[in-house]
Protein backbone atom coordinates (compact mmCIF):
# COMPACT_ATOMS: atom_id res chain seq x y z
CA UNK A 1 0.00 0.00 0.00
CA UNK A 2 1.01 3.40 -0.74
CA UNK A 3 0.13 6.89 1.18
CA UNK A 4 0.40 9.55 -0.73
CA UNK A 5 -0.72 13.34 1.15
CA UNK A 6 -1.32 16.31 -0.25
CA UNK A 7 0.79 19.49 0.50
CA UNK A 8 -2.19 20.65 1.83
CA UNK A 9 -2.34 18.14 4.26
CA UNK A 10 1.14 17.33 5.03
CA UNK A 11 1.52 21.39 6.43
CA UNK A 12 -1.38 20.69 8.14
CA UNK A 13 -0.24 17.30 10.42
CA UNK A 14 3.45 18.49 10.14
CA UNK A 15 3.32 22.11 10.32
CA UNK A 16 6.34 22.05 7.71
CA UNK A 17 8.17 20.40 5.10
CA UNK A 18 11.55 19.09 6.06
CA UNK A 19 15.27 20.22 5.04
CA UNK A 20 16.27 17.15 3.16
CA UNK A 21 19.96 16.97 0.94
CA UNK A 22 21.02 13.67 -0.62
CA UNK A 23 24.15 13.04 -2.91
CA UNK A 24 24.45 10.02 -4.54
CA UNK A 25 26.53 8.13 -7.19
CA UNK A 26 25.61 5.19 -9.58
CA UNK A 27 26.84 2.99 -11.40
CA UNK A 28 24.88 1.06 -14.44
CA UNK A 29 26.23 -1.50 -17.05
CA UNK A 30 25.89 -1.20 -20.57
CA UNK A 31 22.31 -2.37 -20.37
CA UNK A 32 21.35 0.03 -17.65
CA UNK A 33 21.10 -2.14 -14.86
CA UNK A 34 22.15 -0.54 -11.52
CA UNK A 35 25.48 -2.25 -10.49
CA UNK A 36 25.85 0.00 -7.61
CA UNK A 37 24.64 3.59 -6.00
CA UNK A 38 26.58 5.25 -2.81
CA UNK A 39 24.59 7.99 -1.13
CA UNK A 40 24.47 10.15 1.57
CA UNK A 41 21.15 11.72 3.29
CA UNK A 42 20.87 14.56 5.32
CA UNK A 43 17.58 15.93 6.93
CA UNK A 44 17.37 19.00 9.54
CA UNK A 45 14.23 18.49 11.62
CA UNK A 46 14.83 21.03 13.99
CA UNK A 47 13.75 20.49 17.40
CA UNK A 48 11.41 17.89 16.45
CA UNK A 49 11.22 14.19 18.04
CA UNK A 50 8.18 13.25 16.13
CA UNK A 51 10.07 10.94 13.69
CA UNK A 52 13.86 10.75 12.31
CA UNK A 53 13.89 10.91 8.66
CA UNK A 54 17.22 8.88 7.65
CA UNK A 55 16.31 5.51 8.74
CA UNK A 56 12.76 5.84 7.08
CA UNK A 57 15.10 6.85 3.70
CA UNK A 58 16.83 3.58 4.25
CA UNK A 59 14.48 1.61 4.65
CA UNK A 60 12.46 2.89 1.32
CA UNK A 61 15.24 3.13 -0.89
CA UNK A 62 15.39 0.10 -2.22
CA UNK A 63 11.73 -0.04 -3.55
CA UNK A 64 11.98 -2.82 -5.67
CA UNK A 65 15.82 -3.53 -6.50
CA UNK A 66 18.24 -5.82 -5.57
CA UNK A 67 20.62 -3.39 -3.19
CA UNK A 68 22.99 -5.79 -2.06
CA UNK A 69 25.67 -3.25 -3.58
CA UNK A 70 24.14 -0.32 -2.52
CA UNK A 71 25.74 1.71 0.43
CA UNK A 72 23.60 4.80 2.27
CA UNK A 73 24.64 6.73 4.85
CA UNK A 74 21.70 8.77 6.18
Not at 20 to 39: C, F, K, M, P, S
Not at 46 to 72: M, R
Request: charged letters at 20%; hydrophobic letters at 35%; proline letters at 1%.
Amino acid sequence: ARFVMSIESNMQAMGKRYDTRQEYEVGVDDDGRIQYLNANYWSNAGCNFNEFHAPLVALHINSCYDYSTWAYKG
